[in-house]
């Protein structure tokens, strides 16, 4: 409702200006809350932009627009809602709003309960977010637990804004790397037997791998090495990279992380497909031969250097694969193609947005989030980790030990190009200090709130407010109503960071009233005003925990 208010707003200030002349069309006009909470609800600085333009005093220009807008708002709809309109120098506009703004808030969050937050940003627009894609060779780590989250809020919230969003894992089954790990599984089960055998640098060297060993012999009942040769490599191969689908999936399952579409590269990419998807950039003077290789001419498309896309020796680079998986994404009809990678794929994005030129399609309707990594803390000190030596935390260690819900937040607390710092001790804490304990006790506090008003005083909320007028209830009525605005925000930024802070403020500022408004009282029609205003902070906290993919309890 904040947000209707803001846009009628706007409309007014956009008619005042008329008297100066037709405002730019490219000119925006914004609507912010002032630094100094003092100057008021809401400032605008368009006379500071037209300064410019018409080379006035913009405290002049901001006169001439107030004197307009205290005509125009008595007879608006924004009539009994707006204030007071002031000047402060150097030329912002501030407006103050009546509690009569605030009390549609409140109608409007308890009239749409589970909706309420969702906004037509998107206008429908079709989404394709892909994330976490684990190369099927190992458990998830938590690299992948923050892409995890990342991208799974991400949708949530697109789909909250408006958007018709979906997740999709892309399984690389396709290259040498399940050869790798059939030859790794391969290797174990030979030392099981007592084969002294020289260990491949280049294999998988975790623990995993010797239990995948243990199962493969198990369920096939393998009891010499004779009955190890009796399997082909190719059912090594196979089993492993079942094994570890199996895992990875329940890995995301435990984390409330499901996916809307899982493509593999061995039915996207295949050898056909990348040939006639090579083919076809060659006819358009995109790929030449050298040195007994292909290259791709990225560089036409602003790449620093052109890139190899199929070796002398015929086998394919990851580029080629990768640029049909992204040709096919485009064909499926997606306005959107949202690509979430780790910080090791900065150079990638180039790559494939040159690709995309290459083959005609809309280069601005892909984008690359490279998400920074996690780091773990325990006791005060860094856990170190080593992928290469097999030395990792896993997805599953972490919500073992945290929960999904603190690992899932935790996840999220940073932009997603900001390294994030992961603090076990921290999450585990049932205390305030913890973000994630601080937000479910403002929701299990209400619950509680609401259950013994009923029970034992017989109140319930009501739906007609005059009463609420502390700066407290009016506080906490400002931050319900900009649940939207976040959410939007995040929608545009493509990273859900802000809700998780915002959720966080929201419950400390629910904290602040609780302290100071006693809410069942004496005063029958006061507490039912309280009741109704702690319901609709529940619902908006129910439903950022919803889109964050945490739990709301009703009891701590």
């Known amino acids: 409702m904040l947000s209707l208010i803001r846009n009628q707003l706007t409309d007014l200030i956009r008619s005042s200006c008329g008297e100066l002349g037709a405002l730019p069309p490219d000119m925006s006009i914004i609507l912010d809350a002032p630094v100094v909470k003092e100057h008021g609800d809401l400032a605008c600085n368009i006379a500071l932009q037209l300064s410019k333009i018409l080379r006035r005093n913009p405290f002049e220009i901001a006169q ?3 004197k307009s807008l205290e005509e125009r708002i008595p007879v608006s709809a924004l009539k009994g809602k707006i204030t007071s309109v002031e000047v402060l120098k150097p030329g912002f506009i501030n407006f103050r709003l009546s509690p009569l703004a605030y009390y549609e808030v409140l109608q409007d969050i308890l009239v749409k309960g589970v909706i309420f937050g969702h906004t037509d940003l998107g206008k429908g627009k079709r989404v394709l977010v892909e994330f976490v894609s684990a190369n099927p060779t190992g458990p998830l780590t938590v690299a992948h637990a923050r892409q995890a989250a990342v991208g799974d809020v991400l949708v949530n919230i697109l789909n909250a804004t408006g958007h018709h969003a979906q997740r999709e894992f892309y399984v690389n089954d396709g290259g040498n790397q399940i050869r790798t790990l059939g030859t790794s599984v391969l290797s174990r089960v030979k030392e099981i037997f007592g084969e002294k055998i020289v260990y491949p640098e280049d294999c998988y060297q975790g623990d995993y791998i010797k239990d995948m060993a243990k199962i493969f012999v198990d369920e096939r009942k393998i009891v010499s090495l004779e009955d190890v040769e009796k399997h082909s490599f190719e059912e090594y191969c196979s089993f492993s990279k079942n094994y570890l689908m199996d895992v990875i999936r329940e890995d995301l399952r435990l984390f409330r992380v499901t996916f809307d579409n ?5 039915e996207v990419a295949t050898h056909d497909k990348i040939e006639k998807t090579l083919e076809d950039l060659k006819g358009k003077g995109f790929i030449y031969e050298k040195d007994g290789a292909l290259w791709f001419a990225s560089t036409q498309f602003g790449d620093d250097k052109d890139r190899v896309v199929k070796k002398s020796d015929g086998f394919y680079t990851y580029l080629a694969p990768d640029i049909v998986y992204h040709k096919n994404k485009y064909d499926r009809g997606f306005d959107l193609l949202v690509d979430i990678l780790g910080p090791d794929h900065h150079g990638y994005i180039p790559r494939i947005k040159a690709a995309a030129q290459a083959l005609g399609k ?5 984008e690359g989030l490279i998400i920074q990594l996690a780091t773990i803390f325990r006791d005060g000190k860094q856990l170190r980790m ?3 030596a097999g030395e990792f935390i896993s997805l ?3 919500v073992n030990e945290v929960g999904t819900d603190a690992g899932r937040y935790f996840m999220l ?9 992961f603090d076990i001790d921290l999450a585990k804490k049932q205390a305030p200090e913890n973000p994630v304990f601080y937000i479910q006790y403002a929701h299990a506090r209400i619950c509680s709130i609401l259950r013994k008003a009923k029970d034992e005083a017989s109140l319930l909320p009501t739906k007609n407010f005059m009463r609420l007028s502390e700066d407290a209830e009016i506080d906490l009525i400002k931050k319900l109503g900009q649940f939207p605005d976040f959410l939007n925000l995040c929608s545009q930024q493509l990273d859900p960071a802000a809700l998780p802070r915002y959720m966080q403020e929201l419950a400390g500022v629910y904290h602040r009233f609780y302290d100071r408004c006693r809410v069942i009282d004496e ?3 006061l507490s039912s005003e309280r009741l109704a205003l702690c319901d609709a902070t529940r619902i908006v906290l129910a439903n950022g925990l919803k889109i964050l993919g945490i739990t709301a309890p009703e009891k701590m």
């Open 64 to 66: 001439t627009i107030k």
């Open 262 to 266: 899982w493509s593999f590269e061995s």
């Open 362 to 366: 809309d280069v601005t309707a892909l």
């Open 386 to 388: 080593s992928t290469r």
């Open 396 to 398: 599953r260690e972490v």
């Open 413 to 421: 607390m940073r932009q997603v190009s900001q390294q994030l710092e």
């Open 523 to 525: 005063d029958k029609v």
